[in-house]
């Protein structure tokens, strides 16, 4: 029967908690700090005096004071974890062992097969050197070691002279003979003390009888109450009862509202201070919008407590959308809070309006995203055109400054222009922000099929697009550049080497083929000098028959556009998006939509056309040759057993038919011939 012993000293227990936490410390340190999830941050961008002034204030509030650093979860996991692997692997290292097993011919220095003489003559040895009376005592010696010693040599002695006791040694390795089976236990002994009985069992009631269900229970019910895209259940059901085929504008922001009744948010609770602020702001934005905040409201079924978390959501919003000043601390974490929840929404309720593949819905959803970035209403006045919304996205630039300045301005840099004209500070500002501005040049768009050199029905199909960045005041430049070009050789190669690598891209399986080599430039951190977060602009490619208002594939997302470098080979990237054909044959007239999630206004838009031909069209080699099996006939079983399944069978024609029946009389005729000869 085997025997247990308990830890005495707990170091066996601190080496198992050493060993599990390691296996769990090691990989999620190395997860961390690899070159995958460790990318380098994006440094350029706008380089405005409000950019660069909000992505300070960013990057103070994400990194924190000195004294209360901004942690996420998973560094404050690993900073506790090895902070306790320390203070363990300190004990451990300083904790001294006493498990050496005792041997008295290790003892007396002599080996296990020594003779009875042979012992003898050690002890007189060793006697003689060790006795207390005659060693000379060391710098650091005492006698009580000295005695100590010499008791150790006796006692091996005495073990060794002993008939029986040396022979359980020399077998078994113990004075005893046979031990039955030891095992150790990493528990120290006062874990299982009489007297510790009831805090045990009460830290593994509350671990694995509270704890842990409550744990598991939160995991289950959130993931419950979760939709795939992350908002709560609630929020989602809201999402499809408010969204329509031909819901605007209006419709969209009073559905996003309508989520901040099931979404946690700090807008839910606020100070006497705070709700006072929230008040005047409120009566701010009903001198401003009139009618389309009352509008806005009753779409959003608010109510009429300012305590209710859905209208302090909404207030917050439109002040942040008419950039209305907010003084309470409290109240700018809570506004900062919900803008930050917003993309996480938006893209909730985008989900649920391409499900239903409409495309008005979608393209308004789409579009809020920038009216939320650039801190601009999202349902203007009819006095406010988009053109307006368009220069008051410059720095410092606000909605009737930019509505008197318009009529003369045909873009961007006609604007600035003006504002040189008029002596304007801000002049030098807009011009920054111009000089980094996120608009798209699609420089070309087509549908291609692998190997076919027209499109059949049901074929797979990709549309690819070519697209850069071309800041205002580049594209003069760019075309300059082409005009200077008349090397026809050089043009010949430059056209060979994007034919191999469109090639590539369209046989590869990535959605975007790699940034061109020297072209890793992009715009960077986005002109968005009111959004509470560093952003990179993206885009939406949406294939759409507008005419049905219907979307005809599901979006996709465009990032990471590189800028327009003149004189480049290929200063663009490619994208596709892969879809089937539809199943008949026809020209489909169908709109391509980019659709940008930053810039207000910076949208565009291509027609398209797909011609879907017959596979009559093909010549034969094109079709493919005729499989070598063909198919069964009609009369047999394999073809009754493919007709039933509605596939293809062989008939069988009447000449075939008269050909079976001839030969047949043929046959006879021939064997009547032959008898009457013989006869």
């Known amino acids: 029967m085997a025997t247990y012993n308990y830890d005495e000293s707990g170091s066996m227990a601190l080496y198992f908690i050493l060993t599990f936490l390691a296996i769990i410390l090691v990989p999620f340190t190395i997860s961390s700090i690899s070159p995958s999830s460790n990318k380098q941050r994006v440094v350029t961008g706008c380089q405005c005096q409000p950019c660069l002034e909000q992505r300070e204030r960013v990057r ?23 902070t306790v692997f320390g203070l363990l692997a300190w004990k451990v290292a300083n904790t001294k062992l006493d498990n050496k097993l005792y041997d008295p011919f290790e003892i007396l220095g002599i080996s296990t097969g020594s003779t009875e003489k042979e012992i003898k003559s050690r002890y007189k040895k060793l006697s003689k050197q060790f006795h207390p009376d005659k060693v000379k005592l060391a710098v650091n010696e005492t006698i009580e070691m000295v005695e100590a010693r010499f008791v150790e040599i006796t006692k091996a002695y005495k073990s060794l002279t002993d008939e029986t006791i040396r022979k359980n040694w020399e077998q078994y390795g113990n004075p005893d003979g046979r031990q039955e089976l030891s095992m150790g236990i990493a528990l120290p002994v006062w874990v299982i003390e009489g007297k510790n009985n009831i805090w045990v069992l009460g830290l593994y009631g509350i671990v694995f009888g509270g704890a842990l269900p409550m744990l598991v229970g939160r995991w ?36 996003l509202g309508k989520a901040f009744s099931y979404e946690p948010t700090k807008a839910a609770t606020g100070k006497k201070n705070a709700n006072k602020e929230l008040k005047q702001l409120e009566k701010q934005i009903e001198e401003k919008l009139g009618a389309k905040w009352l509008e806005v409201r009753k779409l959003t079924e608010v109510g009429d407590n300012v305590l209710d978390a859905r209208r302090r959501a909404l207030v917050l919003l439109y002040a942040h959308a008419l950039r209305l000043p907010v003084q309470d601390s409290s109240l700018v974490a809570a506004q900062a809070d919900v803008l930050l929840r917003t993309p996480l929404l938006l893209n909730a309720l985008l989900t649920i309006s391409i499900a239903r593949n409409w495309l008005l819905p979608t393209l308004n959803v789409m579009r809020l995203h ?26 410092k630039i606000e909605e009737n400054e930019a509505k008197a300045l318009a009529p003369t301005a045909d873009g961007l840099e006609d604007f600035v222009t003006a504002l040189e004209a008029k002596g304007d500070a801000r002049a030098a500002e807009a011009k920054k922000a111009v000089e980094k501005w996120g608009k798209l040049d699609v420089v070309d768009i087509a549908f291609k099929v692998i190997g076919e050199r027209l499109v059949t029905p049901q074929a797979i199909v990709f549309l690819v697009v070519k697209l850069r960045i071309t800041p205002p ?7 300059a550049v082409k005009k200077e070009e008349e090397d026809v050789e050089d043009v010949k190669r430059r056209v060979k080497l994007n034919d191999e ?38 885009w939406w490619l949406v294939l759409a028959d507008d005419k049905m208002n219907k979307v005809v594939v599901p979006p996709m997302r465009i990032t990471d556009v590189p800028l327009a470098k003149p004189g480049a080979d290929r200063d663009y990237r490619s994208y596709k998006l892969q879809f089937q054909a539809p199943p008949n044959v026809g020209l489909y007239t169908w709109k391509v939509y980019f659709v940008s999630d930053t810039f207000v206004g910076e949208e565009v838009q291509r ?53 079976e029946s001839g030969t047949d009389d ?3 005729s021939d064997d009547d011939s032959s008898s009457s000869d013989s006869d």
């Open 370 to 395: 920038a009216y939320l970035a650039q801190a601009l209403p999202p349902t203007p006045s009819s006095v406010v055109t988009p053109k307006t919304l368009k220069f008051a996205q410059l720095p």
């Open 501 to 538: 690598k469109d090639y590539e891209f369209l046989t590869g399986k990535r959605d975007a083929e790699p940034l061109p080599e020297g072209q890793e430039d992009t715009v960077g951190w986005a002109h968005a000098p009111y959004w509470p977060a560093n952003r990179k602009p993206s």
């Open 473 to 479: 005041g580049l594209a003069a430049a760019s075309t």
């Open 60 to 82: 103070k509030r994400e990194k924190g004071s000195s004294f209360l650093p901004n942690l996420s979860a998973k560094a404050i996991f690993l900073l506790l974890g090895w």
């Open 220 to 255: 289950w019910f959130g993931n419950r109450q979760k939709t795939k895209d992350g908002v709560n259940a609630r929020t989602a059901a809201a999402f499809f009862k408010s969204l329509k085929e031909e819901s605007g504008m209006e419709d969209v922001v009073s559905a």
């Open 607 to 659: 027609d398209i056309t797909l011609k879907i031909d017959d596979l009559s069209v093909l010549s034969a080699e094109e079709q493919g040759a005729e499989d070598e099996i063909s198919d069964p006939d009609e009369d047999t079983l394999a073809g009754q057993m493919a007709a039933l399944r509605g596939g293809a069978v062989k008939k069988r024609t009447e000449e075939e038919s008269d050909d």
């Open 666 to 668: 043929d046959e006879e």
